[in-house]
Structure formats: C-alpha cells, structure tokens
C-alpha cells in the first residue's frame, strides 16, 4: 500500500533544490527493487537536503519533503518525524525574509523588542553583542546575515586569540605567515603515539563542558580496531552565554582545521565532520573556505565535511549530534557503548569540541599554556571572550571585561551558563579551576560568565531558564520530558503566590531535579535543575 502525505506534488524550485544537491534522479526501473545497504547509506543525507529545500524555497512543504524522501527513500513518516524536530525548519509558508530575534536571557537584559513579523529565538551565540538579531534571505541565493560581531584582537599573553584580529580569516596565505601548519608538520614527524603522549601528559581536558581526559580519548579511537573511525566537531555550541568557538571559526578557522587534522592522524580516522550550529553562517562558510584551501595546498590527506546544525541545543550531546548527521532525530543514545566504540554510524569515534581542538596546535608545538576561554557577557562594560589562565580568580576575570555600569551593584554571576550555577557577590574570588569551583558545588561547563547587577529582574531570569529547557528537551525520556514542564509550572505557581508560604513547592522541586538527575538519559536532564536550585537558594529571590 502506497501511504502519502498530502500537499500535492513538489514545484519545481523545490526539485530543483534537492536534484541540486543530490544529482539528477537515476533512470527508474519499474520491475526493479534497490534496498539494503545502499539505500541506508543515503540517510545522512537528509538534513542537507532538507536545508536545500527551505534555502530555497522558505519552508518545507509536503511536495517537497515527499519528493526528497522518494529520492532518498526514506518513508515520509520517519522524514517529518525528523525535519518536525528541529526548530529551524518552517513547515508553513512565510515570505522571502525570516527575521529572528534573540530573547533569552543576555538579550533580555539589554532590552530586547520584537518587531512585527520576527520570530522569537532562543541564544544565538551572540552575546557580546546583545540583542542579537540573524536574517535569512531565502531563494535561488541564500543568505544569512548575523547582528555585526566585535571580535577580540590578539593582546599580549593570549595563546589561543593571538591571531584573533591579526590574521586574514579568509587567507591561507596569511596564516602560514604567522606560524600556520608549522604545528601538523611537526606532528608528522612525530607520529601518531608520540603525540598522543603529548595530549596526555598535558593534561587536557575537554573544553566543552564535561571536562573528559583529552588524552584518554584519543589513545581509546586509536586503540580501536574496527574501522573505518570518525573524527567529529562538535561546534553546536548552543549553550546560551557561550560563543568562543564562533570566535575561534570565525576569526581563526585554519587553527581548527590544522587541529583536526592532527587529531586524525594521530587517531587513525580516515573523515572528519564539523557540526556547526544553524545560528552561525559566517563561522560556517569560513571554516568551509580554509577546509577547501587546505586541502588545495596539500595539507589534508583526509576528508573533512561541515554539516549544519538546525536548531536543537540537545545536538551538542554528543550522541545526538551523531544520530543528526546521520539524519535522525537528535535524540541521545544510552552509554554504554561509548562513542569510541561505537559512535557515528557505529563505528569508533573521537568527538571534540574546537577550543579543544586548538589547544591541540599549543601542545604540539611545546607551547601548551593550560588557558581557558571564558565568555563574559550580560550586564558587563566590555562584553566579549577572554583568555586567561586557569585558576585566575572570577573578579580578575570580571575586571578585564571593565566591570559593571558605574553606580550599579553585583546581584549574581551565572558560571556555566544555563546548565550552570548561581554566584553570589561574595563567591567571585573562586579561582577559574575544574577544582576551584567543585569546592563551591559549581562548573567551568562551558565558560559562560553572565554578570547580573541590582536592576536584573532574577525571578523573570529563572523562568526563562526553565522555559529554555522545557523547548529544548527532547522529549525522549520522561524524567527529562516532564519534569522540565513541572519545573517551570512550580516557578510561575511559586512566584505568583501572594502568602509568601513556598516551602512545599521548594521541596517539590528538589524531588523533581533529583528524578531528572538520577533518571535523564543525557545531560540536558541531569543538569536542567542546577541553576534554578541554585538560584533559590543561593539568591533567595523568594525574599524579594
């Protein structure tokens, strides 16, 4: 039985789109049936196909999505459970224009509007220059257009930002001029065990928030002997506050593919991915440009493929990135296996994120200085991402980002952003460790630094965390699936009480974030309650 959607046939933009990505349609052979392998093998696929159509297009119909599933043949049900799933493909027509308009919590704090016609979105990775807007023009060119970003120039003691402003993003010639590939050529003459060594006596650890032993990872995929093994960026970095790594690709993309291509000699993957969120056209089109033109001077011996993300912060889990390239659903997989084993299309896979990646060039190079980039943003003078050395206490840090507005107190700092903690005034003088902030019961996470000061409203921050992981959870689990919508239901019955009397609710809320820690399938659940305890308890925003 023949089961279709409805919506009528594609247009023919909309083929045009799909057949400009994929080819022009094989010859069809009535009597004959092609299944199996060959058919799986075409799944990845989906969503750049999918992106094609809506570059295109605007949206994606029925037609379209019909059309692309009898090219990919992939049933239409799976198709829209997937393209249903992520939250930046429309599936109702809108104009040639989307306007998309920043209202999560740094963007709030400046005051953000939304004018007639834009649609609300949550982090867009642009904190530093709050509030953040991103246009998509669509048709035969497409086009996407972020809020201008003031990048940091390279300052004296900087390691990883020091071609920040110094080197052309866009010109190879301009990063062999300062040092570039000199670290891979050294690494060639090293060998693949050697530097390995190097990575873990290090220390490294990984700089996208679950801080795992770097070194351990990697000798793990090279140990592996089931092949072939994949080397994927996690560059999905959609953790509201944070934006270092849309720094680093935007102003330093030929470090990240230098980076990956020692990580794939030194771990035997023989092709690479680097998954860059929706939100970010100019860090995706310019690490595309140095992947291209390293390759066309001879420093890539393997292949490297940017996939696009579509707007779903659970794919900077690291098992549902994967299951995204693959053209599913971004829901998490259960561990274990572990990705080393059996990641990305089942096969050993070593996942990391690009700060992490770049440190890699340091290492090699013997001048690993153990920096951390920290994203300073919120209601701070100088908003933007610092280098500092780990350790270096938060006010340090707080002071070179210029501090706060003059006449204006510190309410809270949130570390980590908004899987993170709450600070108070009086915690600023942590020093910025893995066991400096474990000693308070917070997390480096990913390095977001959101300063508050006495005129942010704190009970309207919460619900806006929570909010945020109510749209985000998958929904897979259900600890993580209902107890992000109970959370939220808790703040707003709690903060519209008038008797002042919440005991209950509090404790009903510790209960809940105790079933998502011990329950969730991922981290988005085990970590969905963390600022909001903390916010209760640390801010006492019920006394307010």
Known sequence: MDIRTTGGPATAEEVAAVDGLLGPPEAVHHHLAYGG??????????????????DRAGWVSRGALEYACRRLSIPPAEAYGVVSFYARFALEPRGDVALHVCDDIVCSLAGVEKPEGARLAPCLGLCDRAPATLTERFGAVYEAVQTPSSQPSG??????????????????????QHGGFSALKRAREMGPAAIIDAVTRAKLLGRGGAAFPTGRKWQSVADAPVRPH???????????????????????????????AIAAFATGCEKGYVYVRAEYPLARRRVENAIALARERGYLDFEIEVRRGAGAYICGEETALF??????????????PFPVEVGLFGKPTLP??????????????GEFADTRLFCVSGQVLRPGVYEVPMGTPLRALIEMAGGLAPGRTMQAVLLGGAAGSFLTPEQIDVPLSFE???????????????????????RQVLLRIA??????????????????????????RMFERRDGDSRADVMLLSDIAQAMRDASICGLGQTAANAIASGLTQLKVLDA
Not at 247 to 253: A, C, H, K, S, Y
Not at 326 to 335: H, Q, S, T
């Open 436 to 458: 400096g902030v474990r000693g308070i019961g917070a997390t480096l996470g990913s390095g977001a630094v959101m300063l508050f000061d006495d005129t942010a409203d704190m």
């Open 155 to 176: 300052y004296p003691g900087a390691s990883l930002l020091r071609r920040i402003g110094v080197v052309d993003p866009d010109s190879i010639d301009s990063y062999l």
């Open 37 to 54: 392998r060959m058919l799986r093998t075409r799944r990845h696929l989906l969503l750049p196909v999918l992106h094609a159509i809506q």
């Open 467 to 492: 909010r945020f992981f109510r749209d985000e959870s998958c929904g897979q689990c259900v600890p993580c699936r209902v107890g992000t919508k109970r959370q939220e239901e808790i703040l707003e």
């Open 230 to 260: 994949y080397l994927v960026c996690n560059a999905d970095e959609s953790e509201p506050g944070t934006f270092k790594d849309r720094v680093l690709m935007e102003g330093d993309p030929f470090a990240l593919v230098e980076g990956m």
């Open 352 to 365: 990391n994120n690009v700060e992490t990646l770049v440190n890699v060039l340091e290492i090699v190079g």
């Open 323 to 336: 299951n995204s390239i693959e053209g599913k659903r971004g829901e998490p997989r259960n561990k274990p």
